[in-house]
């Protein structure tokens, strides 16, 4: 497997997903939205594999995207712009459909993108003390190509709390908006994810399978119509001037010119 992420499957079938590059804080790049999506279809294929949990490497669960890629997006036209997002929508959409449990160890704080994935977890458990947020309001874009999944597990109400202020919030707040299920002390962590695990270990696996896509089917997202109309959303937004400055300041290293 690729060194953007590593996979350790115990002998019950429990296979532990690391997002690998703590030195960029698991910062989404293009070859780990490819190796993630690989990933995914690679477990949810093996019949070996019972419960996969998500994670990352080092103080950092994923920090949103990776710098690097976030240049080429300033460089790049609509249809590369169009053809990234829709690499990031893959990625999630696959981790989302996954035919076995998720279970989220969010040991660290989450930006952007992370959000994203912390929302197609089938639950997460954090870390208290870590810190979060959907910081793309202030460079003049939006959580577009996340948005799906986001409010599909905040609901409007909680999302319209952080969705457009890019305010950072806590574990216990991320609690209450839905996206951790309970925040434990890093210490404790590991053992709160077991205790999550341990029950799908004594299910039907077909079942399980079965039960997570009935989910989906009942929570009426329809998935191709929403991936294409975040993406759209997404580029639409790139093209406009405040995108130009917010990530201009950004990489400038001052503040764009809204800031009051």
Request: proline share 4%; net charge negative; aromatic share 4%.
């Amino acid at each position: 497997m690729a060194q953007t992420i590593t996979i350790e499957t115990d002998a019950r079938g429990v296979a532990t997903l690391t997002l690998n590059r703590p030195d960029k804080r698991n910062a989404l790049s293009s070859d780990m939205m490819d190796d993630l999506t690989a990933a995914a279809a690679d477990l949810g294929a093996d019949p070996a594999v019972r419960v996969v949990v998500l994670t990352g490497a080092g103080d950092t669960f994923c920090a949103g995207g990776d710098l690097d890629w976030m240049r080429a997006q300033v460089a790049a036209d609509d249809d590369t712009r169009a053809a990234e997002a829709h690499r990031l929508a893959g990625m999630l959409r696959a981790l989302n459909e996954l035919p076995k449990p998720l279970i989220g160890a969010v040991q660290g704080q989450a930006f952007g993108g992370g959000i994203g994935m912390m929302s197609v977890c089938d639950v997460a458990i954090g870390s208290t003390g870590a810190r979060f947020g959907l910081t793309e309001t202030r460079l003049g874009l939006i959580p577009a190509t996340i948005g799906p999944y986001v409010v599909a597990r905040m609901g409007q109400a909680m999302a319209r709390r952080v969705f457009m202020s890019a305010r950072l919030f806590d574990a216990e707040e991320a609690v209450q908006l839905g996206l951790l299920a309970r925040a434990v002390p890093a210490d404790d962590l590991a053992a709160a994810v077991e205790a999550e695990v341990i029950p799908y270990l004594s299910c039907a696996p077909g079942a399980v399978a079965e039960a997570k896509a009935l989910i989906r089917d009942l929570g009426g997202l329809s998935a191709e119509a929403a991936i294409d109309h975040s993406v759209w959303a997404l580029v639409a937004r790139w093209q406009g001037d405040e995108a130009a400055e917010g990530i201009a300041a950004f990489f400038a290293k001052r503040k764009p010119g809204w800031v009051r």
